[in-house]
């Protein structure tokens, strides 16, 4: 199975004034762009989720959404509250086993992505600096377990020249 875990695309800066509730923060247009320009590089690794999981916060399904409209199978999107702000990486697991897909997307916010990341591969301690927008993709050979993952490659716009 591959899990692919993504950060969310660019969104707006915090600002109360504009976004008194941070929930309701929307993607950039710049940010809408830029990801779908990073997203078609990716088409060349095979980047196709057959699920997509998402943070109930706007700019998470947003970047969902972009994910899905790339492919013609449109794969469907679920918003998940375990991939909230302080995401519960236990319950995502569970899920994603009962989901049952080859391939699944996590969208997800910063600092959790990278905790999650790094739990998944096995590195409670490790450091994986995951920037916005950015992708990692997972493989697990046998059933998905915490710690039983392997880091294929993290995907970073300025990586992909975006």
Not at 7 to 21: N, S
Not at 71 to 80: D, E
Not at 87 to 115: F, K, M
Not at 136 to 160: D, N, V
């Amino acid at each position: 199975m591959i899990l692919y875990v993504v950060r969310h695309a660019w969104a707006g800066d915090r600002d109360e004034g504009q976004w008194p509730d941070d929930l309701l923060r929307p993607l950039t247009d710049d940010g809408k762009k830029r990801f779908n320009k990073l997203l078609k590089r990716l088409t060349d690794v095979r980047f196709a989720p057959a699920m997509i999981a998402t943070s109930p916060l706007v700019r998470c399904v947003q970047t969902a959404e972009i994910i899905a409209k790339r492919f013609p199978s449109r794969p469907s999107i679920v918003q998940l509250d375990a991939l909230a702000p302080g995401s519960n990486l236990e319950s995502l697991v569970q899920w994603t086993a009962e989901a049952n897909h080859d391939e699944i997307a996590w969208v997800g916010h910063d600092p959790d992505v990278r905790h999650l990341v790094a739990r998944l591969i096995g590195g409670d301690s490790a450091s994986i600096r995951i920037r916005k927008g950015a992708v990692a993709a997972i493989r697990f050979e046998e059933e998905m377990a915490i710690g039983k993952g392997e880091l294929q490659w993290l995907a970073t716009a300025k990586l992909l020249g975006v």
